[in-house]
């Protein structure tokens, strides 16, 4: 069974740009959660999607956004890019809302660097 | 808000030594992960934790969950090179609040 995967791996932009990061996830895993990572705050949960709806959200600002689409792929977007948003974010599936199991398969992540 | 905090941040030490790394919170969690992450990759489960007390043992890893199930240890006998790496855990909300809080981190070194 494929893992989960991100696209790109790595993304440098600029101050006051947008990027949309992409996740496949595991076949069959209809929920996907996206974190970031940083080495001051650690991983922080951003959000989570199931059957194509925000199930849950973290504490970030508006400016981070995502959807997901009807096979379950998602996708992350951050408008008006700050320095601060420099970080590894990781996108994760799950069979939580059909298996119960809250087991987090990661992919590997996409390294934005915000300059 | 819901924090873990971990203990220690940093670990050195050397190939064959005993180590315990804490994962403690005011906050009850209806289970409790413990995730290892390597350089380039995301973190992979190794454990997950549901019943306060609960013992579970991986090979040389042994998990502990908390009787209040506040908080949970790692401990890792005879250490190995190939157990370097970051541990993460990460506790478990519950129903109405199924997000997957993260610990702080322990970034471990198992030095040769």
């Known amino acids: 069974k494929a893992g989960v995967t991100q696209t790109p791996r790595y993304l440098i932009k600029t101050r006051g740009q947008q990027v949309t990061l992409s996740c496949s996830p595991i076949?069959?895993?209809?929920?996907v959660s996206w974190y970031q990572q940083t080495p001051g705050q650690g991983l922080q949960f951003l959000f989570e999607y199931f059957s194509e709806t925000q199930r849950n959200k973290g504490n970030f600002p508006g400016r981070f956004s995502g959807r997901q689409f009807s096979n379950s792929r998602s996708e992350m977007n951050v408008s008006t890019l700050e320095l601060g948003d420099s970080a590894l974010y990781l996108c994760?599936?799950?069979?939580?809302?059909?298996?119960?199991?809250?087991?987090?398969?990661f992919g590997p992540g996409t390294r934005l660097t915000v300059l | 808000t819901q924090l873990l905090e971990q203990s220690p941040q940093f670990l050195s030490i050397q190939e064959g030594e005993n180590l315990t790394v804490y994962c403690n919170s005011s906050?009850?969690?209806?289970?409790l992960q413990w995730y290892r992450q390597e350089p380039g990759e995301g973190p992979v489960l190794l454990v997950t934790v549901v019943t306060g007390g609960e013992v579970k043992k991986l090979k040389r890893l042994t998990f502990q969950f908390g009787d209040a199930r506040k908080d949970s240890s790692l401990h890792i006998t005879a250490a190995q090179p190939g157990d370097t790496g970051l541990y993460l855990c990460?506790?478990?909300?519950?129903?109405?609040?199924?997000?997957?809080?993260f610990g702080t981190g322990t970034r471990l070194t198992i030095i040769p």
């Open positions: 990460a506790g478990d909300g519950g129903f109405g609040n199924e997000k997957l809080t």
């Open positions: 906050s009850v969690f209806s289970s």
């Open positions: 994760a599936s799950s069979s939580y809302w059909t298996s119960g199991s809250n087991e987090q398969f």
């Open positions: 076949s069959g895993h209809r929920s």
